[in-house]
């Protein structure tokens, strides 16, 4: 069974550039969740999707982000304009029922700003 | 205070040995709670659910202790394996997800 499948693996973007992180769950999973990981902040939830629906994006740092899912199998990650202080693993995750529920993630993007 | 929290380590320990460490957690409403292990630039994988009354899995050991508000991780005979980064997850409500920022386990030969 493929897993959730993220694009691209590695990115590397000049700062003012704009990123796009993209995202495939497992097909049935209702809930999807992007993460950013980095040394000094751990790994934090950005925003989590219910059947398509954002439920939580308090966890997006500011405007430059956004995220979208216009249907079941497909989610983006957007930073416009990135900056270095991007630069992160962000992986997405999903999950069958809810947050409660395993969460399955990605392999993640590696984003580099420089 | 961090609203979850782990010795980030690393913890250092022979093979065959047996390993414990902890996550406390702030929140007291908090639901439900996961251990998830995390190999060098990886993505982290689901490694056991915790319960209320604590479950086993093999060598692995989870507990959940309310009334101190912490979780715990038991590895006994620890394999070179077993190296990795351990993150717990509580999660207060169906949105408030919070990962712990993990504590590094390092099995030697």
């Known amino acids: 069974d493929a897993g959730v499948i993220q694009s691209p693996r590695h990115e590397v973007t000049e700062m003012g550039q704009e990123v796009t992180l993209r995202c495939k769950p497992i097909?049935?999973?209702?809930?999807l969740f992007w993460y950013r990981q980095t040394m000094m902040r751990g790994l934090e939830l950005l925003i989590y999707f219910n059947n398509n629906v954002p439920i939580d994006d308090s966890g997006m740092p500011e405007d430059r982000f956004s995220a979208k899912m216009p249907n079941a199998s497909f989610s983006t990650l957007k930073i416009q304009p990135s900056e270095p202080r991007d630069s992160a693993v962000y992986f997405c995750?999903?999950?069958?029922?809810?947050?409660?529920?395993?969460?399955?993630f990605g392999q993640g993007t590696r984003l580099t700003v420089v | 205070r961090k609203e979850v929290e782990q010795d980030p380590g690393p913890f250092n320990v022979p093979e065959g040995a047996t390993v414990a460490f902890n996550c406390t957690y702030s929140?007291?409403?908090?639901?439900?709670f996961f251990w998830y292990r995390q190999d060098c630039r990886k993505e982290p994988k689901l490694l056991m659910s915790?319960?209320?009354s604590g479950n086993e899995d093999g060598r692995f050991t989870a507990q959940l202790n309310r009334a101190s508000q912490y979780i715990s991780l038991l590895i006994r005979d620890s394999k070179l394996s077993d190296s990795a980064t351990y993150l717990c997850v509580v999660i207060h409500s169906a949105s408030k997800i919070i990962f712990g920022s993990g504590t590094r386990l390092s099995i030697r030969p």
């Open positions: 929140n007291s409403a908090s639901q439900s």
């Open positions: 995750a999903s999950s069958p029922q809810g947050a409660n529920t395993e969460a399955f």
């Open positions: 097909s049935g999973h209702n809930s």
């Open positions: 915790v319960y209320s």
